[in-house]
């Protein structure tokens, strides 16, 4: 049985697509660009002022222990927010897309 072909160039082309791309990229950028400050703001706010993140918050738990588990609550939340945009709007933009090409 023969692949079924495609022409890819007239999907690119395509309005649907060229929305459904320009969606997904400013999203997923704009999320890229906190995800890496958020990161970063872990080693060099330590390395730059340790005694912000020395700070004793509950017991022996200080300010640095608190915000290295912030980034696991705020990926997993960023997660959770790009499934919803995706449901939401990606798939219903893919769903047009393909029904309009007859895919």
């Not at 918050?57 to 945009?85: C, D, E, K, M």
Request: hydrophobic content about 50%.
């Amino acid at each position: 049985m023969a692949e079924k072909q495609y022409d890819w160039k007239a999907i690119a082309k395509n309005p649907k697509f060229v929305e459904l791309h320009h969606k997904k990229t400013a999203f997923l950028f704009g999320w890229w660009i906190f995800s890496c400050v958020y990161y970063f703001l872990l080693p060099i706010g330590a390395a730059y002022t340790p005694g912000i993140f020395k700070v004793k918050i509950i017991g022996a738990v200080n300010f640095g222990y608190i915000f290295a588990l912030s980034q696991f609550f705020v990926s997993w939340g960023i997660a959770l927010y790009y499934s919803h945009v995706a449901n939401k709007d990606f798939d219903r933009l893919t769903r047009e897309l393909i029904d309009e090409l007859h895919l």
